[in-house]
């Protein structure tokens, strides 16, 4: 059985980084892309980046280019998102999630092990 947990999560300041990581147990994430969605009070779960199997590609929303960097490391079955210059609307409840291909994808649907999800809060 797959175990996906979330870490990092926090309340910071707008302008502020802060780092997400997803450990993934039950089986090796190796040949899987990996992918990070978010979902803030009163809205619907959105996409935010997401890795290929090697790492070598990835993909971002338009509202985090730039800014949110994702990479992996495979060998500690673990996947990371780098946030910096923070903004209030980044304010969310954030998944990580395990793709049942080895290429990214931006729909939900591609995704078959989810976390419980970080908290991140951002203040003006």
């Known amino acids: 059985q797959v175990h996906v947990v979330e870490f990092g999560g926090g309340m910071v300041q707008a302008g502020d980084s802060l780092r997400l990581s997803c450990v993934v147990s039950?089986?090796?994430?190796?040949?899987?892309?990996m992918g990070w969605f978010r979902q803030a009070p009163g809205k619907e779960r959105e996409f935010v980046s997401a890795i290929t199997w090697s790492g070598t590609g990835t993909i971002y929303a338009e509202t985090v280019k730039g800014r949110f960097t994702i990479s992996r490391d495979n060998d500690k079955n673990t996947v990371y998102l780098q946030m910096s210059s923070l903004k209030p609307e980044d304010a969310a409840v954030y998944y990580c999630?395990?793709?049942?291909?080895?290429?990214?994808?931006?729909?939900?649907?591609?995704?078959?092990?989810w976390g419980q999800g970080t908290q991140v809060t951002v203040s003006s």
């Open positions: 039950g089986r090796t994430i190796s040949g899987f892309a």
């Open positions: 999630a395990k793709d049942t291909t080895s290429w990214t994808h931006v729909e939900a649907r591609w995704y078959d092990s």
